[in-house]
């Protein structure tokens, strides 16, 4: 999975951001100050930066500067910043940053802009980030059509498989029976077919820790069903 450090002192907009990003397939742990960033740099590996140039604590440029030259896996770093002063981007890019947006932005643009800079510096941890899918302990691989929970096999049948991807590739996103049939069929479905509630039901057994109380696959009564977009142990 894709690791993300997201250095913003807006705790707000941090708590949009990082399950948006998570039901993505991207793994954000978050600092609020420099210090806290500085520590788990040195404590982890991460494949992208999104740094908050107007930090409270500290300089956003120099804190660029220093990541780029201590951190030695070459994270891909992207400046977000809410001054719209042309010299800053200039500064930021000459120093180390690789992408810069400007506040306020759409959650879809700077995902855009993450995939197009992991494509450009690190090909392949995007390509594994599109064919796999997490939910905590929940691994999907749509590449391999497997289904692993805590690293045990999940015998899923073809049909069971295709269901569970079309939540999972929506999630967060309540789906009826019908968008779910026509994600997986490509046809039409009986209303008063409950062959979906059947499979979701094997399902559950398979992929929940506790299928009399799912915390992945959810019901909303009189809809339909959603995939937790955050993840569960």
Request: hydrophobic share 40%; glycine share 6%.
């Amino acid at each position: 999975m894709t690791s993300v450090l997201l250095i913003e002192d807006d705790h707000r907009l941090a708590g949009m951001i990082m399950p948006y990003l998570a039901q993505h397939e991207f793994n954000v742990m978050h600092s609020a100050s420099a210090p806290d960033a500085q520590l788990r740099l040195r404590q982890c590996e991460f494949d992208v930066v999104l740094l908050d140039l107007m930090l409270g604590d500290a300089d956003g440029l120099a804190l660029c500067r220093q990541i780029r030259s201590q951190c030695h896996n070459e994270p891909a770093i992207i400046m977000v910043t809410g001054r719209g002063d042309p010299a800053d981007r200039i500064i930021g890019l000459e120093v180390g940053a690789d992408d810069y947006l400007p506040k306020p932005y759409e959650p879809r643009e700077l995902l855009a802009r993450m995939r197009a800079v992991l494509r450009r510096i690190k090909p392949g941890r995007l390509l594994n980030a599109e064919h796999v899918i997490r939910s905590g302990a929940l691994e999907i691989d749509t590449a391999a059509r497997s289904v692993l929970l805590h690293q045990q096999p999940c015998a899923l049948t073809s049909l069971q498989f295709d269901l569970l991807v079309a939540l999972a590739r929506h999630a967060g996103r309540v789906l009826n029976r019908e968008q779910i049939w026509q994600s997986v069929r490509g046809e039409s479905y009986d209303s008063f077919d409950r062959a979906i509630d059947v499979h979701i039901g094997r399902i559950r057994q398979l992929i929940e820790d506790d299928p009399r109380t799912p915390k992945r696959i959810i019901t909303v009564r009189g809809v339909g069903y959603v995939f937790s977009a955050m993840p569960h142990a």
